[in-house]
């Protein structure tokens, strides 16, 4: 493996935002979500189905009367809400949140077993049943949660209090599974604990963390298969459907599996903890695996949003080029996932293929998972919506037209609290002398701890404009490179260093400036960005004869509110389309208009006819951004446009 | 209500079939399906799941000892079975086959109750439950089914052996439900009894037969609801699902529903019953609601094959517009049932609408239900199928691309053998001294007992090409009406009456000739048949920018035999069609062939690109009857083509 080609990430701690974009979205989420969902957590928004997260806390603590409730994982939302929250602190000190969390600890070190076992769904119900269906019950899962949550709470505020009591945990877990003949030879059912295993090894560099995290994965799938051994004389729902136990992609082992298979958010959180393992042990055959892996989801599973997972059933994959729009599933959660995943492909090699994915999830199919307010939230992300069909049709009545406030299973909006506001540490990678630009983020990095001697500050409007100002900022002059990514939708853009143009190479979508960078130097990056007309694979039978529009990383779509019901009678010509900023319309966002057609005809109570010209219409088009869609009335959505 | 409207039925004791197309299939029905089947219901065929149906006759006898097997509505399968093999007789005495029947019947009458009651499943299980759970447990449904086997074989052989079982059976119902006081003020959580009491009170001009049947029209869906007095404390599926109790057409009273919901095959069933009672009873305001609801039915939820109920889930009509070709189910049942329904509409009234739609399910929505050999069946009827989207997709996983030999619950079967073998009884009606022809089948009819004073005999290669060719026979020259439907889908026609152009006015679909018809008249009918592009209503987004190939009332579609996979990237253009009726092919079917267009590249690992102008290269495309899919290879099919 070319361990050459690493790439360090540059850590959130040094990277503030000040992005017209991000920053509205990171303070929805600080000043908003963070005290909903704590809120939430301790069962006070009215009329939500009850989180029950710190009342099991409470109860396992010995504090409190009563029974576990909501899901088995419970436990995560709350690890989900401190790894947010900590994040929070790290740009905006909160005595008072700090507090909260100190508190909140102390309250998770009680509910601690002497033994260093956590996981409230035992503790209450009976701690001799423990470990005894990893296949179902996500034990390991919320350990992962919890062990981010304590990693991102000591980065945040220096504390070892949550990291200590996981640590205990952790050597319990390791005291539990491994190879030899005395320990347990299982797995999580939910994937998770590996990569968190990962970022637990990165600040302890205790090599049993690497190798627990390593031996979840490679154990995966080996024959005979745990959860079949595990799970005799029980009756598992996904092991008997037909995904069998590639639901929990545990089939066969890692290494031999070349398709995505199975519950999607699993899948990527494996990946993502695979993808660090590999590159911490420089792990070529791995990486290769994952590399296979990588294409199967993003050139043959991936809704152009960045939406993974196309079945509803199981919240899965489904097979290559089954991308229906109406049905989709695609889960917030697992575009998020695909986002980790991404990040930790792009650690190992720069390729502006993964970068490329990484800016057109997060841009399109994780935010599209909140109400621009960050007060309801989708867990399904459809291409296509008709009201009515999901409300009287079956097969669509898991796609909502309209965002929920909170679920009984509520994985997606924490997730999406805790990307948030870590969005920093997505954006620069550093390889020795050179600084790797993935994401245009205004704001300031410091970029000396790893070793490039300056800052980076950055003036954009993202991804409104294509236009990047960069300004650097160094106590002395040195050489370095300055790699800046070159997104694969943009057809053309012009490189200035100090107002003159320069000839960069270009590697793997990144354009290398190599010079003597000083104090003051301003480079500007225009990338150009047009409206374009997308078209998928003719094997994606679905979009046949449509169109998607983008502009720049950004996904358009089609709203009844701007464009009246029944769009699937809108076709688009070859009218020009205007882009105008409106800063007042859904939080500010370019819209995009074009004169279309409509196909007309009111064919009273005829349903079939000899066919006839079809009359179409001029008609008006206005396009919004896909994140921004559900944001005033109900209506029909519709990303793929008649062409 | 205008009584004068009423068509009186020609029984099929008096029509003889010599029809290329149909008799091919009575006699696949006869020869194959009737004898299959009864090795079926013995639990004789090798590696099918076991029907149990005669077992649990002897079981409930008393013959043999056991568990009742198979669903609750099992007997209905042997129903339906004795209810072909008698149409079978009528035409094709059969002494040992009539020997099978006379002994299965006295098995019957043997495991009948002294009160009556005859259904093995609470015979075997515990007659104290009987008619405690209506609404799941089909008892009205086995016992109307039973009903119609028992009229099939007293007008097949004249024998009453099993009428009077049935008499006996239907005595306790009505003892039991009613509107008086003490008894249950019930009805069938699946229809069938309505239509079944209905066809024996034409028989036994007994008015007790006539008001129960009324009484479980009228006694449905009013409040309260009895599903849910009988139900309290159970938990029922389907009311707990969104149809609530319309899923059994039972959440209001028929009168007040004007759109077809819940269980396709139940609707179908009722609406037939319904319009059997409305017919008999002059109930102009009941006709009118099932006029209603046969317009939203044939306008809104209707494929272009017949069939109707769009949704999977609950085997179920979805809502109006929403046709989508590869989630479909279109149970073979339902398109039966929409046969039966329309057969009895123009039983009220002769509209060229209720023969159009029951020529269509008879040429595509129902005979798809069958291999062409009569082996092997659908359950779904799909327009548009990937084999692998069947094999790998939850959603599309009811969707089968072959069919398959028999089913656990096979209700469709036998429901089509029976469809097949009364289907002389569709083709004629006799009003005063009008003979009205619905269907254009070879063969004979003597019309004499309904009044018209002839003999008519048919040539035709219908549906192949659209020449009739009519000889009377008469002893007497006298004047009567021959009213000849003109289909919905021809455009232009010609009509001789002894080589002598004829203009004869069209009333309702029905070309009118009114003179003395003497002995050798020859009345020739040329329907113009071209190949047709049909289009789907705009409303109907799934058929947006496609076109559907109509051949007289045939269906055409696409299938990967003939043109490879990925149909989806196949358009039509305006190049001509040709037509060439294939003897071997298929049992005999007209082929359709025309230069298409193939949606060409190869794009390798991309997914998305930014849009290029399409290259579409020509490409020989050939065309099939719908019905016929699926009778070659596994492969793909679709009847809605890009164009």
Redesign the interface.
């Known amino acids: 493996m070319n361990t050459k080609n690493f790439i360090k990430t540059v850590p959130m701690e040094q990277v503030e935002v000040r992005d017209s974009f991000w920053n509205r979205y990171m303070e929805v989420v600080r000043t908003s979500m963070i005290p909903y969902q704590w809120k939430a957590l301790h069962d006070e928004v009215e009329g939500a189905t009850p989180s029950y997260c710190i009342h099991n806390f409470l109860v396992a603590a010995g504090l409190k009367e009563g029974k576990h409730g909501g899901c088995v994982f419970q436990d995560s939302d709350l690890a989900k809400w401190i790894e947010a929250a900590s994040y929070s602190l790290i740009h905006h000190p909160d005595a008072a949140l700090e507090k909260d969390l100190d508190d909140l600890i102390e309250l998770i070190g009680k509910a601690q077993q002497p033994d260093g076992y956590l996981d409230t769904y035992y503790i209450i119900t009976g701690l001799d049943k423990r470990f005894t269906d990893l296949q179902n019950n996500h034990e390991l899962y919320c350990c992962g949660h919890m062990l981010e949550a304590a990693i991102a709470f000591y980065r945040a505020t220096g504390k070892r209090s949550l990291l200590d009591i996981m640590l205990r945990f952790v050597d319990l877990i390791d005291r539990m599974f491994g190879p030899e003949e005395d320990k347990k030879h299982g797995y999580p059912g939910h994937e998770e604990i590996e990569l968190a295993l990962m970022k637990l090894y990165r600040i302890t560099n205790d090599p049993k963390h690497l190798r627990l995290a390593k031996y979840f994965i490679d154990q995966r799938g080996q024959s005979p298969n745990y959860f079949e051994e595990e799970g005799k004389g029980r009756n598992f729902y996904w092991a008997n ?2 995904f069998k136990y590639q639901y929990y992609q545990a089939g066969k082992p890692l290494r031999e599996q070349t398709v995505a298979e199975g519950h999607a958010v699993r899948a990527m959180y494996l990946y993502t903890g695979a993808a660090d393992v590999a590159k911490e042990t420089a792990d070529e055959g791995l990486y290769q695996v994952l590399r296979t892996l990588w ?1 199967n989801v ?3 599973q ?1 809704y ?1 949003t960045g939406s993974v997972g ?5 919240e899965a994959f ?2 290559d080029y ?1 991308l ?1 729009n109406d ?1 989709v599933y695609g889960e917030t959660c697992a575009a998020i996932g695909l986002a980790f995943w991404a990040h930790r492909m792009l650690g190992i090699e720069p390729r502006g293929e993964y970068a490329d994915v990484l800016e057109k999830v997060l841009y399109n199919g994780t935010i599209s998972g909140m109400q621009l307010d960050g007060t309801k939230f989708f867990y399904v992300n459809p291409l296509e919506v ?1 009201p ?2 999901s409300e ?4 669509y ?1 898991h796609v909502k037209p309209e965002r929920q406030k909170w679920f009984g299973c509520a994985c997606c909006p924490p997730n999406l609290a805790r990307l948030i506001e870590s969005l920093p540490e997505y954006a620069y990678g550093v390889r020795e002398k050179t600084l790797f630009v993935h994401l245009y983020l205004g704001g300031r990095a410091d970029l000396r701890p790893q070793g490039i001697p300056a800052c980076l500050e950055v003036e954009t409007q993202y991804p409104w404009k294509g236009n990047i100002r960069m300004t650097v900022r160094a106590d002395q002059a040195e050489q370095w490179q300055l790699a800046l990514r070159i997104p694969g939708w943009c ?1 053309k853009y012009a490189l200035r260093v100090n107002g003159e143009a320069v000839e960069a190479a270009v590697r793997d979508g990144y354009a290398v400036i190599d010079r003597v960078f000083r104090d003051g130097d301003i480079v500007k990056l225009e990338l150009d960005m047009p409206v ?10 679905e979009d ?2 449509k ?2 529009v983008m502009r720049g990383p950004v996904v358009y779509c089609l709203e009844e509110a701007d464009n009246g019901p ?1 769009l ?2 809108i076709r688009l010509t070859n009218a020009p389309f205007t882009v105008t900023y409106e800063p007042e319309l859904l939080s500010g966002v370019a819209v995009i208009r074009t004169q279309g057609e409509y ?1 007309e ?1 009111d ?1 009273g ?8 010209d ?1 009359k179409w219409i001029p008609k008006d088009l206005t396009l919004i951004p896909y994140y921004a869609w559900a944001n005033r009335q109900k209506g029909e959505m519709r990303v793929w446009i ?2």
């Open positions: 459907s037909h294409k993003t050139r043959r991936m152009i196309a079945s509803d059933y199981g489904s097979y089954d229906p049905t008709v009515e069909a009287k049709a079956y097969v009545s057809g374009e007309k997308m078209q998928a694979s003719p094997r994606v039978r046949i004869g169109i998607a029944q699937a009678r196909l005809g064919w109570e005829d349903l079939y006819r000899k066919a006839a079809e008649q062409s």
